[in-house]
């Protein structure tokens, strides 16, 4: 009798269902908030590093060697192939928030549908990405025959990989939901996966609005940057 009330005042309800440890919310709430933090704290990074990309990409496209891809003879005097690309960038996005939003509903076929569309559109929007690259070359477009190719690839190939690590963590989210981990537990991933594919949608457009911009409008911004 004795050790039953020492168990009821440890947090046993009269039914005799257990509530969850409060040392266990605690430490899960914890370990949410860090990978938050951690988040955050590396797309800051990524976004500086991209933003010393494109200062350096105005700042080379004032010199006189540099020849623009938008002219009426270049790949990207037709952008048709990369719209599509962002469409797909654009539906992968999508697919993720709706797995987001069902997670928080606790709907756990919405959550494993939603993302996993999420990682088939973002696989389109590589391939997509490569298939513009192999026109590239077959145009003779290569990395070294003129300073703005060496950006375009450098841009869309960088953007790429941030998407690929992306994918290797969502592959490992998709392994986890393969082992019925509990969605409870999955909740956090599938929010900041998110976050992350919100973020890099974002930074292509604005690599898009560069690399598909005229030289008059490098220009504009290198006077606004003070470069010439």
Same mark, same amino acid.
């Given at each position: 009798m004795k050790r039953l009330l020492l168990r009821n005042a440890d947090g046993a309800d009269p039914g005799g269902s257990w509530s969850r440890d409060p040392g266990d919310t605690t430490e899960g709430a914890d370990?949410?908030?860090?990978?938050?933090? +951690? !988040?955050?704290?590396?797309?800051? =990074?990524?976004?500086?590093?991209?933003?010393?990309?494109?200062?350096?990409f105005i700042a080379r496209s004032q010199m006189a060697d540099w020849l623009p891809l938008t002219d009426p003879l270049a790949p990207l005097a037709n952008l048709w192939q990369l719209w599509l690309n962002s469409a797909f960038l654009v539906l992968s996005c999508i697919a993720l928030q709706w797995s987001r939003m069902a997670a928080r509903q606790a709907r756990l076929d919405a959550t494993v549908i939603g993302f996993?569309? +999420? +990682? =088939?559109?973002?696989?389109?929007?590589?391939? +997509?990405? !490569?298939?513009?690259?192999?026109?590239?070359?077959a145009w003779g477009y290569f990395v070294a025959s003129n300073p703005a190719n060496s950006f375009f690839y450098l841009l869309t190939g960088l953007h790429g990989l941030h998407l690929l690590g992306g994918l290797i963590a969502w592959s490992i989210?998709?392994?986890? #939901?393969?082992?019925?981990?509990?969605?409870?537990?999955?909740? =956090?991933?599938?929010?900041?996966?998110?976050?992350?594919?919100?973020?890099?949608?974002?930074?292509? #457009?604005?690599? #898009?609005a560069l690399l598909a911009s005229t030289p008059e409008t490098y220009e504009a911004i290198a006077r606004f940057c003070g470069l010439r």
């Open positions: 370990r949410s908030q860090i990978a938050r933090v +951690g !988040l955050r704290l590396f797309l800051v =990074v990524v976004s500086s590093l991209f933003f010393l990309f494109l200062f350096a996993a569309l +999420g +990682g =088939v559109f973002a696989i389109a929007f590589l391939v +997509g990405q !490569l298939w513009v690259w192999q026109q590239f070359v989210i998709v392994a986890k #939901f393969l082992h019925r981990v509990p969605l409870a537990q999955l909740g =956090v991933s599938v929010e900041l996966c998110t976050i992350y594919w919100h973020y890099l949608l974002g930074l292509w #457009f604005v690599l #898009f």
